[in-house]
């Protein structure tokens, strides 16, 4: 993290820091010292969650592991102004699916088949490597104010909303619910178009009970 310009680390339900890791952090100590220890994701102030998994989907319906690679995702954010966190797991079994579940994205580094697993240090340092990169080349800001996590999840909150109330078939409601999410996250909409997208389905929802959705009378 201090190599590639880390900020700020938080400490997921671990134990205390020992003066062995102050010793190999060496002239990163400070990054320890000022960690945040916290509980559970849910708890990290960011704008956007990002998964870190070995495991990558083979089935483009297969939303819950939609993985993109170091350098793609990099690339993406470079010109946004986003506050991103990356997630890693445990040493030895990584990450649970709720926990990726729980993010916007999953990043995946290409290896090799015969032995994907990565060791934490190893895969942060390339995940790390390629965002300072992406970072650092030409690139022309866009100027737009990213909606933040919490606007996003309540443009979720609403589009589910809606899977709830038109009929939807209910054997496709979860995994359209969660389509819906990855492609919101994966957009990084701006707050003109969160306040857009807000507004429609504002307008949707008081037609849908005001009883004018097609098909809502007669099933009233």
């Known amino acids: ?78 010109r946004t102004d986003a506050v991103i966190a990356i997630v890693f797991g445990r ?15 999953q990043v995946t580094i290409p290896t090799s088949g015969r032995y994907p697993s ?13 965002i300072y990169i992406a970072s650092k080349k030409e690139r022309k800001k866009t100027g737009l104010r990213p909606a933040t996590r919490s606007e996003k999840e309540r443009l979720t909150e609403q589009f589910n909303y809606l899977v709830d109330h038109i009929r939807y078939p209910r054997h496709k409601a979860e995994k359209t619910k969660m389509l819906f999410r990855r492609m919101i996250a994966r957009a990084a909409p701006s707050k003109w178009e969160y306040h857009t997208l807000m507004g429609v389905f504002k307008r949707m929802r008081e037609i849908r009970n005001s009883a004018d959705l097609p098909g809502e009378k007669n099933k009233q």
């Not at 700020?8 to 820091?17: A, F, Q």
């Not at 939303?63 to 690679?69: D, G, K, M, V």
């Not at 040493?91 to 994205?105: Q, R």
Request: hydrophobic residues 45%; glycine residues 4%; charged residues 30%.
């Open 1 to 78: 993290m201090m190599n590639f310009g880390g900020e700020k680390l938080w400490l997921i339900d671990v134990p205390e820091i020992t003066d062995e890791a102050f010793h190999r952090a060496m002239h990163a100590r400070p990054l320890l010292e000022k960690s945040v220890r916290i509980d559970s994701l849910r708890e990290v102030e960011c704008d956007f969650l990002v998964a870190t998994s070995d495991t990558l989907s083979g089935k483009e319906d297969n939303f819950a592991r939609y993985s993109l690679t170091p350098r793609v995702f990099a690339e993406r954010f470079a």
């Open 118 to 130: 990565m060791n934490v240090s190893h895969a942060a340092a390339i995940i790390f490597y390629e």
């Open 91 to 105: 040493e030895d079994s990584g990450l649970t699916l709720d926990e990726v579940l729980e993010c916007d994205f």
